[in-house]
Every structure is written in structure tokens, then in C-alpha cells.
Nanobody
């Protein structure tokens, strides 16, 4: 049975850092696409970063490029999202998800391609 469990969220001041973890089970992490998404109150869920099953390449939303990094440890079945220089606009519930399909030869950027989701972890950036 497929499971994804996020952890590592919390409250941080602007400019701070957090590392989110997504522990997976029930499937081979090395051959599935994983994405991180977030949803702020009153807004739609949006893609943050994803890592491709094909070659490990990563893609990030423009709003987080240069600040967030996605990477995986297949031996530990964990995908991480390192978040640096956090801003109040990053406040949201963060979700990891797994997709069995590719998009343009890489990981899909949109929620509609992801079938399995974790329960989410809250990230709050405030002074």
C-alpha cells in the first residue's frame, strides 16, 4: 500500500530555513516521480518542486527558484525539500505526492498528474 508522510514543518522567522521530509513506502522511490506542493488558505494547491524518476532532474516554481531544493535519498526512501530564505508568502500546508506518469520527459508540474498524497505539514513564516 502506498504511503507518503511529511514532516519537518514549523514556524520560522523570515530569512530562516526548514527542511521538509517525505517518507514513502509501498513503492520504489527510484522509479517514481515525486513532487512537493503547497496550499495557502483560500488559494489553490500549487506546485513547488518535483524530481524526475528518469534522471533525477528537478524543476521548481519561479517563486522558489534559488531558495528551495528538492532531493531524494532512495536508500532511505525519503524525499527532502530544503527551504532557505523563507518569506511570509511561503506560509502554507506543504504536501508531497507521487506520480506514475511523466510530463515532457520529466516530472509533472501539476497536481492533476499525482495520484498519491501525504497528509501535509504546516509551514508558517512570520516575524
Amino acid at each position: 500500500q502506498v504511503h507518503l508522510v511529511e514532516s519537518g514543518g514549523g514556524s520560522v522567522q523570515p530569512g530562516g530555513s526548514l527542511r521538509l521530509s517525505c517518507e514513502v513506502s509501498g513503492f520504489n522511490l527510484a522509479v517514481h516521480n515525486i513532487g512537493w506542493f503547497r496550499q495557502a488558505p483560500g488559494k489553490e494547491r500549487e506546485g513547488v518542486s518535483c524530481i524526475s524518476r528518469i534522471d533525477g532532474s528537478t524543476h521548481s516554481a519561479d517563486s522558489v527558484k534559488g531558495r528551495f531544493t528538492i532531493f531524494r535519498d532512495s536508500a532511505k526512501d525519503v524525499v527532502y525539500l530544503q527551504m532557505n530564505n523563507l518569506k511570509p508568502g511561503d506560509t502554507a500546508v506543504y504536501y508531497c505526492a507521487m506520480s506514475e506518469v511523466d510530463y515532457n520527459g520529466s516530472c509533472p508540474p501539476s497536481t492533476k498528474y499525482y495520484d498519491y498524497w501525504g497528509q501535509g505539514t504546516q509551514v508558517t513564516v512570520s516575524s
